[in-house]
């Protein structure tokens, strides 16, 4: 890749445009699980949606353990993009679709033991599991067109195309909701009718994804087998996917840790605490928008070899960033109590939910820099720093969590994972200094 200085500008307005479609599209994706629950739920089954319930968090697990087929290829799209190398940029592609494929049919290979080990670590009852079964046996199948929508997607976001990002996701979604809808109200299928939706939806976001991705190809020129099957470029690949990989899982890690110590403390204490998380995650939904800008622009500046667009870009995202968390934060401390009687009937739910208010609605703006740094890391591909600032935060989380539950409870719970955001962000920024003289060694910095 050459090593010329590429000069671009940012803006607030070239910011936006990527935040705000992507913001959107993120939205979009909670509206299926709604609508799946509501129609399963027409049927007065409880069982049946329990099934969904359960099926929706496996493959809630294995999907976003593979995210790193979306993260990696905007982050190495977006810098070969920055660099003008047209073949490498459609070689990024390639490479990853390879990779989706290739882990799509594996999970397929083994996706007996996948429910199997899935339904024994859950646990249900017996009617649950068989309503599980059949929900993961079918949706299952979607496996490799899902990951290979990633890709697309991630290849859409690493040229900056987030319209086109958006259109995709609200295809996939548009299609998922309406084929739930008909096939399980209209046709009378059940929980089946709810996985093949799903299924009916990648295969057709996959195929209007490869039309995209196509279209914006020259088609006479595509890369060589030489060039997408290049040593160093792969084992790149290989290196930046099974970073962000190990920290994907290391989040994962800390989310099911805070709800199993929530559960140890009863269940009321159990429930509150999910209803409250649910502000953390419409939180992130707004966060992640930015994060993706922050994505696309670092990765760009680093491609672009220009110091000064990748200076203004994280200062621009930040601060656009802790707007966006600062003000979600005092609307959920505001409206909390009326969105937490808004969830829940329960007296005694909404009355514990209301003692630990205050922890759930910082977390958006405490989040903020871990987002948004997020965002600069996987775009520049400084993955070894992500994955092991990530797993120090852990530690530190686990740590916390050791000393302050035994002298203030639940709200030490609360405190650890606050810690664990905020840390998250500092320690990317902290490394963020040598990395970019590392990345721009002859730039000085900009003022």
């Known amino acids: 890749m050459t090593s010329s200085v590429r000069p671009f500008h940012v803006t607030h307005r070239g910011v936006l445009a990527i935040a705000v479609p992507m913001t959107l599209a993120y939205m979009s994706t909670p509206l299926v699980g709604v609508v799946d629950t509501g129609v399963v739920g ?29 993260a990696g290829t905007t982050g190495l799209t977006a810098q070969a993009h920055g660099a003008q190398h047209r073949a490498e940029v459609d070689a990024a592609f390639f490479r990853a679709m390879i ?24 646990g249900s009852s017996e009617v649950v599991r068989d309503a599980t079964a059949t929900y993961y046996d079918i949706r299952v199948l979607a496996t490799p067109f899902a990951l290979g929508n990633y890709v697309v997607l991630g290849w859409l976001i690493g040229l900056g195309r987030a319209g086109s990002a958006l259109v995709l996701q609200t295809v996939l979604n548009g299609a998922n909701i309406g084929l739930s809808i008909l096939f399980v109200l209209h046709f009378d299928y059940g929980v089946a009718g709810v996985a093949w939706a799903s299924f009916a939806a990648e295969m057709l976001a996959v195929v209007l994804g490869f039309v995209m991705v ?24 290989i290196a930046v996917n099974r970073d962000i990989m190990i920290r994907s899982f290391a989040l994962l890690l800390a989310f099911a840790f805070f709800t199993s110590q929530s559960a140890r403390y009863g269940d009321l204490v159990l429930a509150a605490n999910q209803v409250l998380m649910t502000l953390f995650f419409v939180g992130a939904f ?13 990765g760009k500046s680093i491609g672009a070899r220009y110091r000064p667009a990748f200076e203004r870009s994280l200062k621009l995202t930040v601060t656009w960033g802790f707007g966006i968390g600062a003000t979600a934060s005092l609307v959920f ?3 909390g109590p009326m969105i937490i009687d808004a969830m829940t009937t329960n007296h005694e739910v909404r009355e514990t939910a209301r003692l630990y208010l205050v922890f759930a609605a910082l977390t958006p703006v405490i989040g903020t820099l871990a987002f948004q740094m997020d965002g600069v890391f996987i775009g520049a591909t400084w993955s070894v720093d992500m994955r092991n600032m990530m797993l120090l935060s852990l530690a530190l989380y686990l740590i916390a969590w050791w000393a302050l539950t035994p002298v203030i409870g639940v709200s030490g719970l609360w405190v650890a994972f606050l810690l ?10 902290w490394r963020t200094r040598a990395r970019v003289r590392l990345a721009f060694p002859a730039q000085p910095a900009t003022r």
């Not at 707004?286 to 670092?298: I, K, R, W």
């Open 42 to 70: 027409q049927l007065g089954d409880a069982a049946l949606i329990g099934g969904i319930a359960v099926g929706a968090v496996i493959f809630d697990i294995v999907f976003t353990t593979m995210n790193f087929l979306r």
């Open 99 to 122: 990779v989706a494929v290739v882990v799509g049919l594996l999970i397929l290979l083994l996706r007996d033991a996948i429910r199997d080990v899935a339904l024994w670590l859950i």
């Open 214 to 237: 196509l279209r914006s190809m020259d088609v006479r020129a595509f890369p060589d087998r030489a060039l997408i099957f290049e040593r160093s470029a792969l084992l790149k690949m």
């Open 286 to 298: 707004f966060l992640d928008g930015m994060a993706t800008a922050a994505e696309q622009l670092a």
């Open 333 to 335: 401390w505001l409206a």
């Open 420 to 429: 664990f955001l905020g840390l998250r962000g500092v320690t990317l920024l």
